[in-house]
């Protein structure tokens, strides 16, 4: 998955400047990172399992 937000990021790079693929690939990365956490049975944010 972060490879396919790295490349979507370069494509947009030219047409929509740094700082738009920067929002944009910051919280897509971060939520990405909070699912593959779930999916290996990672406590949230709260201290519960994911189900």
């Known amino acids: 998955m972060l490879r ?4 979507q990021a370069r ?8 700082e738009a693929v920067l929002i944009h690939l910051a919280p897509h990365s971060w939520f990405e990172g909070g699912i593959e956490g779930y999916d ?3 406590r949230d944010a709260r201290g519960e399992l994911a189900d």
């Open 4 to 7: 396919a937000l790295l490349d």
């Open 11 to 18: 494509r947009n790079l030219q047409v929509d400047g740094v």
């Open 40 to 42: 290996r049975g990672q």
